[in-house]
């Protein structure tokens, strides 16, 4: 590399870091002054290239600028690599709700916007069945983890103008937090037969559609201890050996150490002592499981059907469900009430809650949590997991601190 292409990738790296804290900005940002100074700071960096500069440059209304504003929050590499839009244009059985099938009718051509927090390959496998069952209806999805699903929604409520009929999302109570804004829309011909009690809103705005509980990955061929308790990730034969996802992106981590967090056996000094014994932290669960199955990490906190997916891939992992219990959550699905397709956003929830999406999710390694569906191959019973509980509603009070704290601990 010459001198002069050396400086030209310097100035690009420096921009482009600038230009992530600016839209990091902007995103915690809905009052009209700090869109303007920070957006416009930003658009100086970029020289007002591109069109949402432009846009924004232009505005003279608080609507036009919070859309522009928006736009910039998310790059145009980052949108072609993190949005993915998928578009099957697939005919829907007008007689479905006829023939006795439980589904609700949606118009032709019908398009749905989901916003969700479930992996894209899984989601690919989900649309080919929803669309198997409901042709014509054009599906848009964007992915990512649940607080950055979160973080864009809340954007786009602030500008006026969510884009979502349907969320996909991790836990109850990032869902319970948007009912109490006023977002979610009640369903209440949804079919909640199948549901135990207490794994659906009782005034029917979302519905859970799996178990997921957090636990431990190992790696067998490390020659590490099997983990039988949370407190082993604090030996001495653990010491820079464990890895774990940030609440800072996944929605399962956010209940993880939140709930950890409020029990008294542990609290924040586990934390403190996890870090002191040098465990680190990354963006999602993904990244523990190919950490752990690669042998970086010999230890990993995550959800568990990454843990067995990769076992049956032929890596060397195995998966603890400590003694003192694990954390669940049961990935809701919820109308939003500014849902521009409503017939086909509860089409999707039907789907989500009939025994064909149930029988899916147990092939993609999820606990069923509809009544009478087996677990996979492997999995313990259910009901014999012993779970570590917290308030929901403490869940809500402290999710910020939560991150805020993590934070200082693992340099998020």
């Not at 859309?67 to 690599?81: F, Q």
Request: aromatic share 8%; with cysteine; hydrophobic share 40%.
């Amino acid at each position: 590399m010459t001198a002069d292409e050396f400086h030209q990738e310097h100035v690009r790296t420096r921009d482009e870091l600038d230009a992530q804290r600016y839209r990091a900005a902007l995103r915690a940002s809905g009052n009209y002054l700090d869109l303007n100074i920070i957006g416009k700071k930003y658009c100086r960096k970029m020289k007002f290239g591109n069109p949402s500069c432009r846009a924004l440059q232009a505005a003279v209304t608080v609507r036009a600028l919070s859309k522009a504003a928006r736009r910039l929050c998310v790059p145009v590499e980052e949108r072609r690599n993190e949005m993915r839009f998928m578009r099957n244009r697939l005919m829907i059985a007008a007689m479905t709700a006829a023939m006795g099938l439980g589904i609700a009718n949606a118009k032709a051509d019908e398009k749905l916007v989901l916003y969700t927090s479930q992996p894209s390959e899984q989601m690919d496998e989900v649309l080919k069945l929803f669309n198997k069952l409901h042709p014509e209806i054009e599906v848009e999805m964007f992915r990512s983890g649940t607080t950055e699903v979160l973080n864009k929604l809340q954007a786009e409520v602030a500008a006026g103008d969510p884009q979502p009929d349907v969320l996909l999302i991790a836990d109850s109570v990032a869902m319970t937090e948007l009912k109490t804004q006023g977002l979610l829309q009640p369903y209440e011909q949804a079919d909640v037969s199948q549901l135990p009690e207490g794994q659906y809103d009782p005034e029917k705005t979302f519905f859970g559609t799996k178990l997921i509980t957090t636990g431990i990955i190992y790696n067998t061929a490390s020659g590490v201890p099997e983990p039988v308790s949370w407190k082993d990730l604090l030996k001495p034969e653990a010491k820079n050996q464990v890895i774990m996802p940030s609440p800072l992106y996944s929605g399962a981590a956010v209940i993880h150490v939140g709930t950890m967090a409020l029990q008294p056996e542990f609290g924040w000094d586990y934390f403190d002592a996890l870090a002191k014994n040098g465990a680190i932290a990354v963006k999602g669960n993904g990244a523990v499981r190919d950490a752990v199955a690669r042998g970086e990490k010999a230890y990993g906190v995550i959800i568990e059907y990454m843990a067995y997916g990769q076992k049956d891939k032929g890596s060397p992992v195995e998966f603890a469900f400590p003694s003192e219990g694990v954390t669940v959550i049961n990935q809701p699905v919820a109308i939003l009430k500014t849902a521009k397709n409503p017939a086909a956003a509860k089409a999707f929830v039907d789907f989500q809650l009939s025994p064909e999406a149930a029988e899916q999710s147990v092939g993609q390694k999820y606990f069923p949590i509809l009544k009478g569906v087996q677990p996979p191959t492997g999995y313990p019973d259910a009901a014999s997991l012993k779970i570590m509980e917290a308030p929901s509603d403490r869940l809500i009070e402290t999710a910020e601190e939560t991150k805020r704290r993590f934070s200082e601990l693992y340099g998020q």
